[in-house]
């Protein structure tokens, strides 16, 4: 068989499967070729440049940056979320929607999954997933102490026993303030049965959902109660923090910024965190930018869902 023929059999193969909709088998009868020879051609085409593989970007949605923030931090995966206006609400509502949509397709049976309190984005999120039939989650645990200001104490205790709801699994609620006025404190609620029972499943978590703050701690949080002094700030930023994952600070490398206050507060550490297999980072919005690449470039989080406007800002030099 001339050069051209076989040019001309690897065009006719590939009309008939991309143009014509057939099936190889049925190229195979057609044509009365086996179907070896079709698998065969069909790869020769896209190898050789007869088939050309073109995928189109719908509208809203941002490839190319979800490949770059996934190049440039290895990460997982990245979900960059279409937004209209670079404020904080129209920045919580996208990124809470695709959250949403992220958990409720890639949830696996008998997941045991880790939920941080006082955190506006997982809100947002929790308000837009859809009821999941099937595959149900085993447990959703609260990795921070949910027990804070009465005002704002049903969004802590909604976040798990909403999400548990929604995933069909066991709610585990962690009875304690996030943060304690003193290490004796901590120690007395570490003894209580229930604040154990919930962080003893900290290490058996598969998906651990958290939002990331700046050093400066978001509303809902300093109106919970459960946020250091601005003199404690002060003295964290001395020490190189930058931001925090569930009230657990660390600096411009991601690295924890370990100190005496680490010792008032009840939840989940961030070497606990480095052990699960799925750690989702739910944030956005300017203020956060710093902090957000410090988690990727430490490798605190390995899934990041955000907006166009903060990943565009990521991908830009420190």
């Known amino acids: 068989m001339s050069r051209t023929d076989e040019l001309r059999m690897m065009?006719?193969?590939?009309?008939?499967?991309?143009?014509?909709?057939?099936?190889?088998?049925?190229?195979?009868?057609?044509?009365?070729?086996?179907?070896?020879?079709?698998?065969?051609?069909?790869k020769r085409a896209e190898d050789e440049g007869?088939?050309?593989?073109?995928?189109?970007?719908?509208?809203?949605?941002?490839?190319?940056?979800?490949?770059?923030?996934?190049?440039q931090y290895d990460v997982t995966e990245a979900i960059v979320a279409e937004c209209f206006e670079d404020r904080e609400e129209p920045i919580l509502s996208a990124i809470g929607a695709a959250?949403?949509?992220?958990?409720?397709?890639?949830?696996?049976?008998?997941?045991v999954i880790g939920i941080s309190s006082w955190s506006a984005s997982l809100l947002r999120m929790v308000d837009a997933i859809h009821p999941i039939k099937r595959p149900r989650a085993e447990r959703v645990v609260q990795i921070l102490g949910g027990i804070g200001n009465p005002s704002v104490q049903t969004h802590a205790t909604q976040l798990t026993g909403r999400l548990a709801?929604?995933?069909?699994a066991e709610a585990q609620l962690l009875p304690a303030q996030g943060v304690v006025n003193s290490s004796a404190a901590r120690l007395v609620m570490l003894g209580d049965t229930y604040v154990r029972a919930?962080?003893?499943?900290?290490?058996?978590?598969t998906v651990a959902l958290v939002?990331?703050?700046?050093?400066?701690?978001?509303?809902?949080?300093?109106n919970s109660g459960n946020s250091f002094t601005d003199a404690e700030l002060q003295e964290l930023?001395?020490?190189?923090?930058?931001?925090?994952?569930?009230?657990?600070?660390?600096?411009?490398?991601?690295?924890?910024?370990?100190?005496p206050l680490d010792d008032r507060v009840i939840g989940v550490t961030l070497e606990e965190l480095k052990q699960t297999p799925r750690v989702i980072g739910v944030a956005g919005g300017e203020r956060k930018v710093e902090a957000i690449r410090a988690c990727l470039k430490g490798g605190l989080i390995n899934v990041l869902i955000t907006d166009k406007f903060t990943a565009e800002r990521l991908l830009k030099p420190a």
């Open 11 to 42: 065009l006719r193969v590939s009309q008939l499967y991309h143009e014509d909709r057939l099936k190889q088998a049925e190229i195979s009868q057609r044509l009365h070729v086996s179907q070896a020879t079709i698998s065969r051609l069909l």
């Open 50 to 71: 007869v088939v050309r593989v073109t995928i189109v970007a719908p509208r809203g949605t941002y490839p190319q940056f979800e490949g770059a923030l996934r190049q």
């Open 99 to 111: 959250a949403a949509h992220y958990l409720e397709t890639t949830l696996s049976e008998g997941d």
């Open 198 to 205: 919930a962080m003893d499943q900290f290490r058996r978590m």
């Open 237 to 259: 930023a001395r020490s190189g923090a930058i931001g925090d994952i569930c009230v657990r600070f660390f600096d411009r490398d991601g690295k924890p910024v370990h100190g």
């Open 211 to 222: 939002g990331i703050g700046a050093l400066q701690p978001s509303v809902m949080l300093a």
């Open 165 to 168: 709801a929604l995933t069909g």
